[in-house]
């Protein structure tokens, strides 16, 4: 063993040492960590030692102590990951609302990563991606066994260039490539439309900063197109992946007066927050129904759930994903960061999000409306020998008569609409 190597293996063995003493006697004035494994440590040191000594290649001290650190938190959970410094600084820009790449949202999932969701208008959304899509290869290379951070990094490039992603698909027989070209992806976070005379929709498909912001210029711009106030809304948050917690929260407290949000709860007891609503819901109590799905994930589910225990919105769709865990991004003096789950989201009636997601109270599966076609209907018109009318004057056109491409377009919409007329005529004074 040459003099570095041996000094390496000494310095990693003596830090172990140490670090399990500190714990021991820490362990016995009734802290609840346990000594270190020292054994497990003196190993460690030795299987550097090896590494570095007799490896088919020269190794960098750095990049080993880079993949080791990668190891110990990557075996934790599918959201915690060490990053790099150029890591760290893509996903501030992904925060930020601009970023290159394809536009997904991806998780590690059995050794392979899933797409949670492709974001609205990414060329991912564009060349039909679809949530629930398992990705296992990435320009030909298998993902096994990557973290989603290290699958992400693969699949961004230099805007302008393709990527091809090998998929498997639940009902295909077989692995289905798409070859996309990336592209600067900007996230328009809030949309709205007004959909029928009263009734708009309002569409989050990310969780930013300003999201909360933006949505009140759209609710005052659905206002606007509507003359006046609206008698519902829809909150649409399918395939929303979620994001920043700050954006969720303020978006709920949009549609409450008052009362719990959203708390979180970790191991150390005093890791509790609590995150509640002030005074003002701008919808001035008007109905609401939020839209989710699978794709639903996080921060999209903290606002399904606030406003779900808080009986200000009926939820409709499916149930949403399940990731109900608070991700801790703590930045390390060279740069890089550690992004480690310290908690867990609950929502005001205590339920835990995690793996269990938000249950609708009305399910309304993504199903698929045919056109019916032109002439088949039967009318009393189409009868031989029908009395022919009297010349009084026609029935109006009602403003909402394109119901029916609606359905055909997006019927969990079309139905969302159906309810919140239901929901507006039951409200006094309607």
């Given amino acids: ?25 820490g362990s016995a004035s009734g802290d609840e960590s346990k000594a270190l494994p020292v054994d497990q440590l003196k190993a460690f040191g030795e299987v550097f030692d090896l590494v570095k000594k007799q490896y088919v290649r020269p190794v960098d001290d750095r990049e080993l102590l880079k993949d080791a650190i990668r190891g ?7 959201h915690s990951s060490y990053l790099t410094v150029d890591e760290h600084r893509e996903l501030q820009e992904g925060a930020s609302g601009e970023f290159g790449g394809l536009g997904i949202e991806i998780t590690a999932d059995g050794g392979l990563i899933r797409i949670i969701t492709p974001l609205d208008d990414s060329p991912a959304d564009e060349a039909g991606l679809l949530p629930g899509d398992l990705v296992i290869r990435v320009d030909g290379e298998s993902v096994r066994d990557l973290t989603a951070t290290e699958a992400a990094k693969r699949i961004r490039g230099q805007p302008g260039t393709p990527v091809t992603l090998t998929i498997v698909r639940e009902d295909e027989d077989g692995p289905i490539e798409f ?13 709205s439309e007004l959909v029928e005379p009263g009734f708009a929709r309002i569409r989050i498909s990310r969780f930013q ?65 609590e995150y509640y609503a002030k005074p003002s819901d701008f919808l001035a109590g008007i109905p609401i129904v939020a839209l989710v799905n699978g794709g639903s994930a996080s921060a999209a589910e903290i606002v399904a759930g606030a406003l779900q225990d808080r009986r200000r919105a009926v939820i409709a769709g499916t149930r949403t994903f399940g990731k109900g865990s608070v991700q801790t991004i703590v930045t390390l003096d060279d740069g890089s960061a550690l992004k480690l789950t310290t908690s867990r989201y609950y929502t005001p009636s205590g339920h835990s999000i995690q793996a269990r997601g938000i249950i609708p109270d009305i399910e309304l599966p993504a199903l698929r409306v045919e056109a019916a076609e032109s002439g088949s209907s039967i009318l009393e018109g189409n009868l031989p020998g029908h009395l022919e009318s009297d010349g009084g004057p026609p029935a109006e056109t009602r403003p909402g008569a394109s119901a029916e491409s609606l359905a055909v377009e997006d019927f969990p919409l079309f139905q969302a609409i159906n309810l919140l007329k239901g929901l507006a005529l039951q409200r006094p004074g309607a």
Wanted: glycine share 10%; net charge negative; proline share 4%.
């Fill in 72 to 78: 110990m938190v990557s075996g934790l959970d599918p």
């Fill in 1 to 25: 063993m040459n003099t570095r190597t041996g000094a390496v293996g000494l310095v990693v063995r003596a830090v172990a040492l140490s670090a399990g003493l500190v714990l021991s006697a």
């Fill in 209 to 273: 900063t300003q999201t909360g912001a933006r949505l009140l210029e759209e609710i005052r711009r659905a206002e606007e197109a509507n003359d006046g106030p609206l008698s519902g809304a829809v909150l649409d948050l399918r395939n929303n992946p979620g994001g920043i917690l700050s954006g969720a929260v303020s978006v709920a407290d949009a549609f409450l007066d008052d009362g719990l949000i959203v708390y979180t709860e970790g191991r150390d007891p005093e890791s509790r927050e």
């Fill in 179 to 191: 070859t996309i070209i990336r592209d600067i992806v900007e996230i328009t976070s809030v949309k």
